[in-house]
């Protein structure tokens, strides 16, 4: 994959091992460095020492009402860098470069998605329900990009499922980089119909019937609609059950093909499957070698099959 063809992530810089953290550290991810750097291309911000704060620096925390609290101090409450997080946030934003994702330290006042302390009074107890304020104003202001922490990408179906969005944002931009047509949208959804029944079908119904009349608004307007559709419904969780029910529907354009041995080994494998005895690799890796045997049109084009770098081993877990 070519650099120009990789997705672009925005980082926060101590993830791939910049010494910007308070205490003059980093917090380097071997996953993100050592992996996923050979696919995607980074773009490392760290909002503190952004706005001017030193490295080593004091240390801040989150104080007041979760949905807007101010970063102070913790040894020096007079210390209130709130108004210049803020500003930078909302300025970089803007200014933003075609991303296709955002990975974010975990607990951080400033780029924490979730689960972040807030201390309601300077002198209570932290609750866990804050956001840093960098990653509220992006996540609030970018409502297509595909968000996750470091710590969450631990979790398999997590990973999955951020790669698998950033790889469609991608696959837009590209799709938006030239000129949207009526035909191109109609192909990109067809393209990604498994990807999305594997989420939820009637989402896929919703999607499709957007595009189903042209003529009653600006294309433009149909394709902002359509994209933010899709992304929501990308962030659900794919269970089993539903793989299952794709892998089914898949196989069901081989029946004509194959013989009833490779039939059924088809399916015991998507029992087996289905039953956690194996990865989803595995029917997968079976189904595209009997369609290699067996060339289907329809079938050749479809996302599911491929949705991220196969080197990525995100479908080889159980």
């Known amino acids: 994959m070519s650099r120009q063809a990789k997705p672009l992530i925005g980082i926060s810089a101590c993830l791939l091992g910049e010494k910007v ?16 750097s050979k ?4 773009l490392p911000l760290c909002p503190e020492t952004a706005i001017g704060m030193s490295t080593p620096r004091p240390p801040i925390r989150l104080i007041g009402a979760y949905q807007r609290p101010q970063a102070v101090g913790v040894k020096d409450t007079s ?3 709130t108004q210049q997080l803020e500003a930078y946030a909302y300025d970089q934003v803007s200014r933003l470069p075609n991303i296709c994702g955002y990975i974010l330290k975990k ?3 400033s780029c924490g998605m ?16 804050g956001s840093g304020i960098f990653a509220r104003i992006l996540m609030e202001r970018s409502p297509l990009l595909p968000v996750e922490e470091e710590g969450r990408l631990n979790d398999p179906v997590l990973r999955e499922n951020f790669i698998n969005r950033l790889y469609v944002l991608h696959r837009w ?4 980089a030239k000129t949207i047509t009526p035909a191109a949208l109609i192909d990109f959804h067809a393209r990604h119909k498994y990807l999305v029944m594997a989420h939820s079908q009637a989402a896929y119904k919703r999607l499709g019937q957007q595009l189903t009349d042209f003529s009653k608004q600006e294309i433009e307007m149909i394709a902002d609609a359509y994209i933010l559709e ?14 299952v029910n794709v892998l089914q529907h898949i196989m069901g354009y081989l029946k004509r093909s194959i013989d009833t041995h490779d039939k059924a080994e088809l399916l015991d494998s998507i029992e087996s499957y289905r039953q956690g005895q194996i990865p989803l690799i595995v029917p997968i890796t079976l189904l595209k070698h009997y369609f290699r045997r067996h060339p289907d049109p329809y079938i050749e084009q479809q996302v599911y099959l491929q949705p991220h770098p196969e080197a990525l081993g995100l479908r080889n877990t159980l």
């Open 107 to 109: 607990d951080s006042p």
């Open 230 to 243: 899709l992304m929501t419904t990308l962030k659900r969780r794919v269970d089993h059950k539903r793989h």
């Open 21 to 36: 953290r308070y205490d003059g550290g980093h917090k380097r991810d071997t996953f993100i460095v050592e992996t996923l």
């Open 39 to 42: 696919y995607c291309n980074f």
């Open 173 to 176: 931009q590209q799709l938006c």
């Open 114 to 129: 979730e689960r972040v302390k807030v201390y309601p009074r300077p002198d209570s107890a932290a609750e866990r329900k």
């Open 79 to 81: 210390l209130n860098v």
